[in-house]
Structures are given as C-alpha cells and as structure tokens.
C-alpha cells in the first residue's frame, strides 16, 4: 500500500538519523542469508540500532498488536508488517497466520528481528517465537545484543507514548554509541521433534543472552521456560 510505504520512508528517514547522531557498531558477522535475529530489547530505539547494523533498511520483525493507541499499532505495521498478539480470544488464530507468513518470507530470502523478551524485558523471561519460526522456516537463529544501549525503566509503559519516546531518545543520543552484537548462529536440527528442537535452541539462547547482559549491564539474563515443562 502507498500509505505503509510513505511511513516506511519516514521509519528509514528516522534510521539514517540516528546513526549520522549515535556512532552504530558492529561486531561479529551478521549473516546475508536469511535468519530470524533475536535481539534482546532494553528501549524503543533497539529496532532502529539493528537495522542499521544488518544494513537490512527493508528489515521486518514481529511486533506486538497489543500497544495502546490505533495509531501506534498502524506505524508497527507500516515498519515491521508481522504482528502478533497474547489476547486469548485472538491469539490462537492471528498467530498461527503470523508465523505462516513470516516463515514464507524467510524461505524467499527475507529476515526477521524477533525479540524473544517481547515488549517486558524487565520480566526476565523469554518466549519461543523466535526458535518457532528458524526450526519451520529451516533458517539459522542468531543472538543480537545490544552493548551500552538505553535501558527504559519498567514503568515506561505507563507514561504518555510521545513522552517515554522522547525521553528514550534523549538518553540514547547521551550513550553517544552503540554496539551490536551478532553471536554465532543456532541451527535447527531436522533429526528433533519440534518440540524438542524449539527447547534446545531456546536454551542456547538463553545462554547467549545470559552472557550479554552479564558483560554489557552487569544483570542477569532471562530465562526460558517450557511451558510443558511448567505446568
């Protein structure tokens, strides 16, 4: 549509921005092939960072159908094109159709961020999306992390959209950089039930990220639990 693609120039316009502002670097090997990212999320402008990074300015990713405000909703969908939601009444069918399309764009070629933490990091939990979509699609899923990043406090939500934005926004042009990290990929073995496979590469991930937030912000990392398991 002509409308999503006048706010995706405004979305890359708003990329090109921040890296001529905060000095972007890269380190490790972001893969050309495609790969679902998953990138750990501590503040609003991690989905800008990375872009920039993979030098990917048609990037998508998954985002969440479930922040306030219609307006708010249309722009994610403008940028990233995939959304996804935890309402019950829609989650099981609106997902499933998500990751059907998403897993077509990456048998064409495509790659996705995906941010396993969803939009709480603070939770210290991660979900299995990003695991789900490298294992169907048959793609490598590599950890991205975010070194010296604005790290928004857990009652960010609550404040005013324009307001949390901006406040974002002025603390990551005083961090004056950034460094994404691209980790070694995780590959789907085809040999594991799904299930299993989803399991084992959320618990690589989940040591990737360990060790991100150990080295970069001095916390501890979130954890991956199987909701089979937990029950």
């Not at 306030?68 to 829609?90: I, K, M, N």
């Not at 594991?192 to 916390?219: G, H, I, Q, S, T």
Request: aromatic share 12%; hydrophobic share 45%; with cysteine.
């Amino acid at each position: 549509m002509i409308v999503w693609e006048f706010f995706w120039g405004l979305y890359l316009l708003s990329v090109l921005v921040l890296a001529s502002l905060v000095k972007i670097r890269r380190v490790g090997r972001a893969l050309r092939a495609p790969c679902v990212l998953a990138v750990m999320h501590v503040g609003l402008c991690d989905p800008l960072f990375v872009t920039w990074a993979t030098r990917d300015l048609r990037l998508r990713a998954l985002y969440s159908l479930d922040r306030p405000g219609r307006f708010l909703r249309f722009l994610s969908q403008c940028f990233w094109r995939f959304g996804v939601t935890q309402d019950p009444a829609r989650k099981h069918y609106v997902n499933t159709k998500t990751i059907e399309r998403a897993v077509a764009h990456l048998r064409r070629g495509g790659r996705i961020m995906v941010f396993p933490q969803g939009d709480r990091f603070w939770e210290g939990r991660l979900y299995p999306g990003a695991a789900v979509l490298a294992r169907r699609a048959r793609v490598p899923l590599i950890p991205v992390g975010l070194e010296n990043a604005y790290i928004y406090e857990p009652d960010a939500e609550k404040r005013p959209v324009v307001a949390g934005f901006l406040k974002g926004l002025g603390q990551t042009l005083r961090k004056r950089w950034i460094a994404v990290h691209f980790a070694p990929p995780i590959f789907p073995d085809s040999q594991l039930p799904e299930e299993k496979d989803v399991d084992r590469m959320m618990r690589e991930l989940e040591r990737a990220f360990a060790r991100f937030y150990r080295e970069f912000y001095n916390m501890p990392g979130p954890v991956w639990v199987n909701p089979k398991r937990a029950e």
